[in-house]
């Protein structure tokens, strides 16, 4: 505050200052080398590259909005009935469903619910039929995604849900008007 009775004037961290991000210009999840894979069970390894080569890919929209000051926006568009296999992250993680639902063991969720999970803590869910929209809040710009399904059948289930609903991804659009443009 003083110095030698001079009252001084705290400046600002230059870093920290108004920023706008826009959707529009988000890059993609892999593009902004944020989420980092952490997998080295070979049956692990070799399920999640059979879902890669099926075209698991194709079924998931998935945008770094913002990642600044140790934490991170993202928006993610899962299509119908995503296939999506049991895994964790390093960091904790509070979900918000923007439209479409899912369900979580027995709970159902819609647009306007949420839920947070703390870090390390494994999780699925299963995408409705039309899809579903979320912004995943994280307390970490950087973090990891660890996969958890560890046998062979396992894997090929969820394979065989792949080829059951990726047919319905062609012509599926995201579940708001809001968010088309991500």
């Known amino acids: 505050m003083t110095e030698?009775?001079?009252v001084t004037k705290k400046q600002p961290d230059p870093l920290k200052v108004l920023r706008i991000f826009r959707g529009s210009d988000a890059p993609s999840l892999d593009e902004a080398g944020h989420m980092e894979y952490v997998d080295d069970d070979p049956v692990i390894l070799d399920g999640a590259a059979k879902l890669g080569e099926a075209g698991i890919g194709e079924g998931a929209v998935l945008k770094?909005?913002?990642s600044g000051f140790g934490f991170s926006l993202h928006y993610v568009w899962f299509k119908p009935a995503y296939p999506l296999p049991l895994h964790s992250h390093n960091s904790d993680c509070l979900y918000y469903i923007i439209s479409g639902d899912i369900r979580m063991g027995t709970e159902e969720m819609n647009a306007g619910d949420g839920f947070f999970l703390p870090a390390e803590t494994p999780y699925t869910y299963t995408v409705g039929e039309d899809g579903v929209e979320l912004l995943e809040f994280r307390t970490q710009e950087d973090f990891d995604i660890q996969f958890k399904g560890k046998t062979?059948?396992?894997?090929e289930?969820?394979?065989?849900k792949l080829?059951?609903?990726q047919p319905k991804w062609k012509e599926a659009l995201p579940p708001s008007r809001e968010y088309r443009n991500v």
Request: hydrophobic share 45%.
């Open 4 to 6: 030698a009775g001079i």
């Open 64 to 66: 770094c909005l913002f």
């Open 152 to 155: 062979e059948a396992y894997w």
């Open 157 to 160: 289930k969820m394979l065989e």
């Open 163 to 165: 080829r059951t609903e």
